[in-house]
Each structure stands twice: as structure tokens, then as C-alpha cells.
């Protein structure tokens, strides 16, 4: 079993920062990527950041030069620096990773979330 507990949601005014932190516990061999993603209301899930096992990153256009993505593999823990926040960055942010159990198989997992609100 393996589970990950996102934190660190709030509410924020537009301009303010925030920062995410992901921990991913339990049957854990390796991670090969960490992601986040978030859901706004009645919107599909979209792709935030991911931080791949080679060290690579990836954004999405949409919070490029904002959002910083960082990961301690010793830890198995993700987080999300969230800068200049505006107000259609409202949503959940989900917690997704890629991982080998010690049986040997690929799997995938997501967090349960955590709300972010950009308001005045």
C-alpha cells in the first residue's frame, strides 16, 4: 500500500505565494517521477509540474515563471512553490506518483488533494 498526503493548500490573495508538499509513504522500491496536477471547478484534471527521476522538469504554459517544482528523492517527497498566484489558479491540487513496489511492478497514485484559493 502507498500513500500520498499532500499539504500546505490555503487561501491566498492574487500576487501571494503558497507552497505544496507531497509525502509518499509505504511499498516503496523507487519513484521515477512526481507530479502535481490540479481540478478547477467544473474543468478536467490538467497537468501542473512533473520531476522526473533524470532530475528533468516540465510546466505547464500556464504557470511558467511562476511555479517552482523541487523534490528530495532521499525523502520520497515533492513540493510546489507557488509564486504571483492569480486568482484561475484556484483549484485542487493533486499529488501523482510514478513508483516500482518491492514486488517489482509499476504502479501509479494520486493524493487525495488540497485546495488552493486565489481571492481578494
Known amino acids: 500500500q502507498v500513500q500520498l498526503v499532500e499539504s500546505g493548500g490555503g487561501l491566498v490573495q492574487p500576487g501571494g505565494s503558497l507552497r505544496l508538499s507531497c509525502a509518499a509513504s509505504g511499498s516503496i522500491s523507487s519513484i521515477y517521477a512526481m507530479a502535481w496536477y490540479r481540478q478547477a471547478p467544473g474543468k478536467q484534471r490538467e497537468f501542473v509540474a512533473i520531476f522526473g527521476s533524470d532530475g528533468s522538469t516540465k510546466y505547464a504554459d500556464s504557470v511558467k515563471g511562476r511555479f517552482t517544482i523541487s523534490r528530495d528523492n532521499a525523502k520520497n517527497t515533492v513540493s510546489l512553490q507557488m509564486n504571483s498566484l492569480k486568482p484561475e489558479d484556484t483549484a485542487v491540487y493533486y499529488c501523482?506518483?510514478?513508483?516500482?513496489?518491492?514486488?517489482?511492478?509499476?504502479?501509479?497514485?494520486w493524493g487525495q488533494g488540497t485546495q488552493v484559493t486565489v481571492s481578494s
Open positions: 501523482n506518483a510514478g513508483y516500482t513496489n518491492f514486488e517489482g511492478d509499476t504502479r501509479e497514485n
